[in-house]
């Protein structure tokens, strides 16, 4: 049978909102709880109801929440968010919607990090939770979050162990940023069978209901504008991450399409996988240093890559932002200092911090019954010296929300 008491409290979130929730019937099930016998018959009776009435009962479910109206995602697909037409950036989504509505309800949200040996996933980590303290100090005092993560970016199985233990524990709704698009499909499937909503921030996965996070193509083209509009010429290469992932992917075509675009005279002459491991990317930069020693510009998938790379470069005796520029992407913390150091050339921000925090905001209006597309961008930029020292709530023009 399915976990009724995620669906009740759906219902209880969707009515302390003033939303009307489908699959009512309230009463009569008080009316029946009075008879034990009774209630036990009718909960037998439900393990063997005809097909339609099992798909009746899913569209209830669904409907909890009027955001997921429409039923869950597709396990079976792909959830790409650059294919989904109507699309709102988080500004877009504040400025349509208004205020957090204020309420008195009571749900626990799950986040679901790749790991804490990153510091892109401790920063999100950590915006995730000041979000939920903020809410929490203005009003929104039932809302609770659980954050945890797998042992390390390999640790496949280990993440999707984790995300079934947040389901057994009681998660109203997962916030997830999965290893890779289908790794965690059987905690996705086992969510939705308890009526529990999948939101993918940063990283889209198959059956994802909900994507919140940056435009991981306009990253790559982000890059490619900084190469083109900094280094101008020359040979650049590609460091990329773990195979198969769709950030991954986005981030490449995106460079080397824009490149294209803008009829740069950079010309992307090999791309290798480093599996966003900083000692494999070292490894990969002092290989395409041996074999092109005229390269200029190396961008990589993220900023652990980019600094093993700056690591080789250094140990070649070769001069950074004159010899060669390396670009990176996240925005991390080390990313930044790194730049201030005059190594890294430039970093594509997605600014982790305060993408938790959007992640977190947008899940709390969906579980209060606001609704909005599918899709909410948040937003992503070149840092380099030029603004490395203007704070990131000023690059991204961030306030706090209100809530009424």
Not at 112 to 125: C, H, K, S
Request: hydrophobic residues 40%.
């Amino acid at each position: 049978m399915k976990n009724k008491k995620v669906l009740a409290v759906l219902v209880a979130v969707s009515m302390a909102a003033s939303l009307s929730a489908c699959g009512g019937g309230s009463g009569d099930s008080a009316a029946s709880s009075a008879n034990t016998e009774e209630a036990t018959t009718q909960a037998e009776a439900e393990d063997t109801t005809s097909d339609a009435s099992k798909e009746g009962e899913s569209e209830a479910t669904t409907g909890a929440i009027a955001q997921f109206a429409d039923g869950w995602g597709d396990t079976n697909s792909p959830f790409d968010p650059l294919a989904i037409t109507e699309t709102w950036t988080f500004e877009e989504m504040r400025n349509n919607l208004g205020a957090i509505p204020a309420s008195d309800a009571s749900f626990s949200i799950a986040g679901n990090i790749r790991t804490e040996d990153n510091v892109y996933w401790t920063a999100l980590r950590d915006g995730y939770k000041d979000m939920i303290a903020f809410e929490n100090a203005n009003g929104l005092s039932g809302v609770t979050i659980d954050v945890q993560s797998a042992l390390n970016e390999a640790d496949t199985e280990g993440q999707l162990a984790v995300m079934k233990d947040q389901i057994r524990s009681g998660a109203n709704v997962i916030m997830i940023s999965p290893i890779s698009t289908s790794n965690c499909t059987e905690g996705v499937e086992v969510a939705h069978e308890d009526g529990i909503p999948t939101i993918a921030v940063n990283n889209e996965f198959n059956g994802a209901d909900m994507f919140v996070g940056p435009n991981s193509y306009a990253e790559g083209e982000q890059a490619a504008e900084w190469a083109n509009d900094n280094v101008g010429s020359g040979k650049a290469a590609i460091i990329m991450g773990l195979a198969g992932t769709d950030v991954v992917k986005n981030r490449t075509n995106g460079f080397v399409e824009k490149l294209a675009a803008l009829n740069s005279e950079i010309e992307v002459v090999d791309q290798q996988n480093a599996d966003w491991d900083r000692d494999k990317a070292k490894d990969v930069c002092a290989t395409f240093l041996k074999t092109y020693d005229d390269l200029k510009i190396i961008f990589c998938n993220n900023d652990v890559m980019a600094l093993g790379a700056v690591e080789a470069i250094k140990e070649a005796n070769l001069k950074l932002n004159e010899d060669i520029y390396v670009i990176g992407a996240d925005g991390t913390d080390e990313a930044y200092e790194s730049i201030h150091n005059n190594e890294l050339s430039a970093t594509i921000s997605m600014f982790p911090y305060y993408e938790g925090m959007m992640a977190s905001e947008v899940t709390t209006r969906v579980m209060l019954g606001q609704t909005m597309p599918k899709v909410v961008w948040t937003p992503s930029m070149a840092v380099d010296a030029k603004n490395i020292d203007t704070d990131d709530a000023e690059l991204i023009g961030w306030t706090d929300p209100t809530i009424e």
